[in-house]
């Protein structure tokens, strides 16, 4: 729902506070919030993300959708503000907002010039901590979580990723934040506010801020603003494994969508940017395999992509082809194909542009505060600890075409979960079935 070898750290004067590198500062706070700052001298903006532990795999069986509805019932309003006069004070302050509910998180964010991030972090404190949660407001915020999930249906792309996702991970965390219509209509207030009280927590909670700043000043704030909550304990979560790996849901349509998924290593893990790398020559731009050879050599699809799906224990890689459904079985056959292909390996010329393309990623990225905010905070949250961009910039170009393949060899793509979505079920490749 509505979307990297540290170096030695080194102590400043406030007791407790360890910079991870000479421009990245941290500060966990006595209930265990986290707090990470990137300043950024040539700025005039800031910027700021909260991570807040209330993802959709904390819904209830029977109330899919309710860390959905719960993000959409908290910018109704807090503290001393309706839902207008919170939109309104933001609006005066220039901030642009953003939030969205994944598997794990609920994420907050906001950016400004410099001058307004005090008053910003005042108002989310506010939102985080004292929602008004309007019970007269119940019934148009469960509207427009109904009219996100009917989208959906209008997107089939969408649509297709989504159950991809559902089918390959163990349950919950492959679920959809959006819900369903049953359940959606199911939830009430006290569901809401149960939902809050038990999830929106210091502790698990991760500040990232980013741009123009003033490092002491930040944690004096978030201390006033923050320091005393009080943590508690949230739901507790089990895992049940999904055991159906190939699936068909019938569409009426001249078209096939056609998904195929991994598993392959979480961005905490050692070799996760040989992953990358490996997935990047894959499907990562117009020169990687899948685009050059499944829809420019031999014109089987209109799109073709693969990403590297990343949760904090857990990750796959994630491809898509959209067809017409007479080419649909030779699509399904070819991108199955260039799967088994990679795990040959790579060579070093796919690499070298691959890294071409990162590169200017990297800066784009250096530009933006809000994108700063939210990579460090995402950092930490994998890792325990975030990196610059330039540490990052080094992984990247240490990564090798030896070193992919050496993954490769010891990871190849294998045990394919496989969804297609179209009028008719496809002959599966006999590697897959």
Known sequence: MKRFCPP????????????????????????????????????????????????????????????????????????????????????????????????ALASYSGATIHDHLAEALDIYADLLRRPRLPADQLEASRQVCLLELASIDDDPVHKLMLELRRQHYPDPWGRNSHGNVDTLNQITIGDITRFHASQFQ??????????????????????????????????????????????????????????????????RHPDYFQAWGAVGVLGGGMSARLFTEVRERRGLCYSVQASLNTQRDRAAVLCYAGTTSDRAQETLDVLHQELVRLGQGIRADELSRLKARIKSSLIMQQESSSARSGAIAHEWYHLGRARTLDEISRLVDNLSAESINAFLAAHPPKDFTVLTMGPEPLELPRAVS
Request: aromatic share 8%.
């Open 8 to 103: 030695l750290a080194f102590l400043t004067p406030r007791t407790g506070e360890t910079p991870v590198t000479p421009t990245i500062f941290t500060h966990i706070f006595d209930n265990g919030l986290a707090l990470v700052a990137e300043p950024s001298e040539g700025a005039e903006s800031a910027a700021f993300t909260f991570l807040v532990p209330a993802g959709c795999s904390y819904d209830p069986p029977n109330r899919a959708g309710l860390a959905g509805l719960v993000c959409e019932m908290t910018i109704r309003g807090c503290g001393t503000r309706d839902s207008r006069s919170f939109v309104h004070d933001l609006e005066i302050l220039g901030v642009e907002r953003g939030e969205s509910v994944g598997i």
């Open 202 to 267: 210091p502790n698990g909670t991760i500040v990232g801020v980013a741009g123009k700043i003033e490092w002491p000043a930040v944690v004096d704030q978030i201390g006033e603003l923050f320091g005393d909550w009080e943590p508690v304990k949230g739901m507790a979560l089990e895992t049940t494994e999904n055991i159906e790996c190939v699936r068909h849901l019938e569409m009426p349509s001249n078209q096939t969508q056609i998904g195929i998924a991994y598993s392959s290593v979480p961005y």
